[in-house]
């Protein structure tokens, strides 16, 4: 369908709470879910949410593909998750270094659930509920953040751990997620 333009840190519709999703099975719904496909694609990254185009709804996408910007995570199954509920399985927390289309160029070491059971609707209404752990739990915990208006600097315990990728990281590939 068409990449869309994501908004970046500093817009404020990246901060403002999500509207629930009235129908997951209507044709708008099936080409947003297409635009942000296209757009996740071409942008390399392992999810992204409707506020990050610019659309309040509790749409979040991710996983179907290997990410070269995570070489060594998980492959996660595509997933269309609409009206999510996270609830983290087990209290361990561990950190982790993210980026996000949003806030290009940065990464950031981000804390995260390392189990987490997740609930929603898919794109053709089904219910969703899996439980997860690891690079897939902690994907799913950063785009529903997106829902709430947290962007992932927010979460970072000590800013000495955030910056530019191309400098914590010298080399590697460090496009945006």
């Not at 996740?40 to 610019?54: F, H, S």
């Not at 927390?93 to 659930?113: A, D, I, Q």
């Not at 829902?147 to 914590?168: H, K, Q, S, T, W």
């Amino acid at each position: 369908m068409a990449v869309r333009d994501v908004i970046r840190m500093g817009d404020p519709r990246l901060l403002q709470p999500a509207a629930p999703v009235q129908d997951p099975t209507s044709p708008e719904i099936l080409s947003l879910v297409e635009d942000m496909l296209d757009t996740m694609r071409a942008l390399n990254g392992a999810g992204l949410a409707a506020p990050q185009i610019a659309v309040g709804l509790q749409l979040v996408i991710f996983g179907g593909f290997r990410s070269p910007r995570y070489p060594d995570a998980e492959e996660i199954p595509f997933t269309v998750l609409m009206n999510p509920v996270l609830e983290p399985v087990a209290d361990e927390m561990e950190e982790g270094w993210e980026g996000c289309l949003s806030v290009p160029g940065m990464r950031g070491l981000v804390p995260r659930h390392v189990r987490l059971r997740y609930r929603g609707v898919g794109l053709k209404g089904e219910t969703i509920d899996r439980t997860v752990s690891d690079f897939h739990a902690r994907v799913v915990q950063h785009e529903c953040d997106h829902l709430a208006g947290v962007l992932y600097p927010m979460r970072i315990r000590d800013l000495r751990n955030f910056g530019f990728a191309e400098v914590l990281f010298p080399g590697q590939l460090n496009d945006d997620d």
